[in-house]
């Protein structure tokens, strides 16, 4: 994880705060460093092979899924099932898997205190021909489950195409904007490739029981992707320029 990031948010693994639907997007940029950083945020230190081994971490790999359910014959309802059929407009058989896999585990490890569900990302679940309104559904679904039954916390990745007649797209956006307590927008600069600032970080915290003077808080600042980590600085102030 970042620890910069962490700072940025005012947060830590030992304090998160749960019940929460957290909404990453990346615009003309490659977000996928805010999904690592979520990942290993809840996974506190423990390795994937280790969590997945003591049946914290359960993985559905969505590629290798898709390539199963079409060409190869199903004994029992899969995840992905939308895509053997032409006239799907659900994602429940999906919402069943991440409900069945929210179960407590009897694996004689401690339990964690509560669940983490990560989604990279929901985009994809467009391009596969659901429409906007059947994922938001899957969403709304899985925030009963994992915000409200179980006090745990959602973290969603969602691409932003910029394209103006992209409206499909732009639906399950603003749905989840309006969803999200927290919206960390990854942007590529305007003026294009810079070695010293790969791009720009937009922080919104939405607290919809708040007065709407302290309603929603909203921050950006630039950053550049290290090694093994991610420096962090306001508007103008990076390093190389100073």
Not at 151 to 160: A, C, Y
Request: hydrophobic fraction near 45%; include cysteine.
């Amino acid at each position: 994880m970042f620890v910069e990031l962490n700072n940025l948010l005012n947060t830590a693994p030992d304090r998160a705060e749960q019940g929460k639907l957290t909404l990453l997007c990346d615009a003309k940029t490659d977000g996928s460093f805010l999904v690592h950083h979520f990942l290993s945020f809840y996974l506190k230190g423990v390795s994937l092979t280790m969590a997945r081994e003591r049946g914290q971490l359960v993985f559905l790999e969505g590629l290798k899924s898709a390539v199963d359910v079409v060409f190869q014959a199903q004994k029992e309802p899969h995840p992905l099932q939308f895509l053997r059929e032409a006239n799907a407009g659900n994602l429940k058989p999906l919402f069943e898997f991440v409900r069945e896999a929210l179960k407590p585990v009897d694996s004689g490890e401690a339990r964690w205190t509560y669940p983490v569900l990560l989604v990279d990302d929901l985009s994809v679940l467009l391009s596969l021909g659901m429409g906007a309104v059947a994922v938001l559904d899957f969403i709304h679904y899985c925030r009963a489950t994992v915000c409200w039954e179980l006090k745990g916390n959602m973290v969603v990745l969602v691409h932003d195409s910029g394209d103006a007649e992209d409206e499909e797209n732009d639906i399950l956006l603003n749905g989840l904007s309006h969803q999200s307590h927290l919206i960390l927008r990854a942007e590529g600069l305007a003026t294009g490739f810079c070695r010293d600032v790969h791009g720009q970080l937009r922080i919104l915290w939405r607290r919809p029981s708040q007065p709407a003077v302290h309603r929603d808080q909203s921050f950006t600042y630039q950053y550049k992707i290290q090694d093994k980590s991610v420096s962090f600085f306001a508007k103008g102030m990076s390093p190389a320029v100073l």
